[in-house]
């Protein structure tokens, strides 16, 4: 798995500079301070002036958190938080509830190409309200992560197809363990979450099959590791 604590300095001479609004004074116990790998599954505004961004993280899951001052145009954070978004991020765990707050955000994934096409944007929201759904907040699940991120980069360089959708659906159920071949796998998925995403009925009228569309158990995946 990839370290999810770099040091700043792998990101200083790597990435560039860091974006911040840490004001280590005003946290009284920095110890609390987490921080991992993370995608930005949806946006939510809170106020005027703040959002709250819900992440789907390398090393905690999925978990909320409170950027303050992010809608204000001088903000550190303009331009840092918007879907399907990933890089590293710090944030203080609350005290109480589920809200934290955001630290630190350093973007390496922006993805630009899912803006240009509908239908890649669609795909990838799909993926993103599938994986939210079958995942339980704050709970650990690091391969997940890693196929959302493999999943968002394939949409982002390629065309939106049935072959991707269906191939992250079958990758899904594994890595969850709840696979009954040779049952499909959006119906496993649909017998264990009782739903599935209202975009998938949207999706399935705009993509048509690839010619070249290969069997979920073949040995050329879909997304490579």
């Known amino acids: 798995m990839v370290n999810t604590e770099p040091s700043p300095q792998f990101f200083t001479k790597f990435y560039g500079r860091r ?15 987490q921080s991992t790998l993370a995608i930005i599954i949806r946006l939510t ?7 709250i961004v819900h992440w789907f993280t390398a090393t905690h899951g999925l978990i909320k958190t409170v950027a303050r ?19 590293e991020i710090t ?5 109480r509830g589920e809200l934290h707050a955001l630290r630190e955000v350093f973007i390496h994934h922006w993805r630009e190409g899912l803006r240009h096409n509908y239908t890649s944007t669609l795909l990838a929201a799909y993926c993103c309200q599938l994986m939210e759904s079958s995942v339980e907040s704050a709970h650990p699940a690091p391969e997940l992560h890693n196929l959302l991120e493999r999943a ?10 049935l072959r991707a959708l269906r191939h992250f659906e079958h990758e899904l159920v594994r890595l969850m363990g709840i696979s009954h071949p040779p049952q499909a796998a959006d119906l496993s998925l649909l017998d264990v979450l009782g739903s599935l995403p209202a975009t998938r009925g949207e999706l399935l009228e705009r993509l048509s099959p690839s010619g070249n569309f290969r069997s979920s158990g073949q040995k050329n995946h879909q997304y490579s590791t």
């Open 45 to 51: 505004r809170l106020t005027d002036t703040s959002l």
């Open 91 to 95: 944030f203080q765990p609350a005290r």
């Open 152 to 161: 968002l980069d394939h949409i982002d360089a390629t065309q939106p197809s």
């Open 19 to 33: 974006i911040s609004i840490a004001n280590r004074r005003g946290f009284p116990d920095d110890r609390l301070v």
């Open 69 to 87: 001052g992010a809608r204000r145009p001088k903000s550190p954070f303009a331009g840092q938080l918007d879907l399907f978004f990933s890089g």
